[in-house]
């Protein structure tokens, strides 16, 4: 079968799947996402929480999930990740590394790439990494929600992601606040401390800030400026 041949059927599986899952319950969906793709799937996670790790588990207990080492995270958010590598010990944690370490990237580019061209540092040290590592894969997992903001208030619980070029699938995407609490609070998530502190949409750290009371999470992520995505989700 040709690339092109595959990529088709990748197409038309998202599209048959979209239809047939517009409203399933996040365990339905990671459960079709698993019988149909198997080890050939991976979910990512920017360790803010174990919310959709802990989903994934129970139906693929050694399930791969990826990381983006950035480079850039808080200490907070690299404790996460090696505590949610304790707590899941059958999962697979692949950290998707950038072409250069920052101290490269500082010699190429300038310092504080991330202070004056945000699009390029998340493209360099983001949105890069993550094509290289999806490229392996044939499905993606994602932790998207309809009310995180309003460009992802059309998110469909499973999608074809055409920048990437492999089936996207969003299981919590229908969630409310209100469901995802109760899901953290309920199971006794892992959850990063850098939450508690303010910090309700967490990315790199330089580009991270503290949110104020009642205001839009993701308004503490690169504050002041008007990118509101990294490029990964569009």
Known sequence: MTAAASTEQLKATAAEAGRRLADASAEEALR???ERFGDDLIVASNMQDAVLIDLAVKVKPDVSVLF???G???AETIGTRDAVDTVYPHIRIVNALPEQTVAEQ???YGPKLHDRDPNKC???RKVVPLRATLA???CWVTGVRRVDAPTRANTPIVGWDER???VKVNPIAAWTDEEFD???SRNGILQNPLVGEGYLSIGCAPCTAKVAPGADPRSGRWAGQSKTECGLHG
Do not use: I
């Open 68 to 70: 983006l080492d950035t």
């Open 136 to 138: 392996r894969y044939s």
């Open 32 to 34: 079709w996402a698993v």
């Open 72 to 74: 850039y995270h808080f």
């Open 182 to 184: 109760d899901y953290l």
């Open 164 to 166: 990437n070029g492999l």
């Open 106 to 108: 500082d010699s190429e």
């Open 122 to 124: 998340c493209h360099l």
